[in-house]
Nanobody, 121 residues
Framework: QVQLVESGGGLVQPGGSLRLSCSALGNIFSINVMGWYRQAPGKVRELVAEVPTGSAPDYEDSVKGRFTISRDNANNTVYLQMNSLKAEDTAVYYC???????????????WGQGTPVTVSS
């Protein structure tokens, strides 16, 4: 059984920084893509950043230059370093990964439980 476990959300003032972490746990054969989505109140869930295995990361336009996504492939972990945070970054952040479990011939899309980020003075 595979699960994604997130940590690192919280309350931060505008201009501050937070680092989110997400680890994929369980019997994993391979991971294709790992990324972060967010959902603000009353809005649809949107992609923030993702990094395919062996490829360059991709970012939503509003976070380019402020957020950095990185992966620790040895530990099946993805990070999101968020700098220069703005009030409009306030949302629940969800980790997502395309994972092929051990013993399976294909992969699935998995979601973390979500971690809230609030940017406010």
């Amino acid at each position: 059984q595979v699960q994604l476990v997130e940590s690192g959300g919280g309350l931060v003032q505008p201009g501050g920084s937070l680092r989110l972490s997400c680890s994929a746990l369980g019997n994993i054969f391979s991971i294709n893509v790992m990324g972060w989505y967010r959902q603000a109140p009353g809005k649809v869930r949107e992609l923030v950043a993702e990094v395919p295995t062996g490829s360059a990361p991709d970012y939503e336009d509003s976070v380019k230059g402020r957020f950095t996504i990185s992966r620790d492939n040895a530990n099946n972990t993805v990070y999101l370093q968020m700098n220069s945070l703005k009030a409009e970054d306030t949302a629940v952040y969800y980790c997502n990964a395309h994972i092929r479990p051990s013993g399976m011939g294909y992969g699935y899309s998995y979601w973390g439980q979500g971690t809230p980020v609030t940017v406010s003075s």
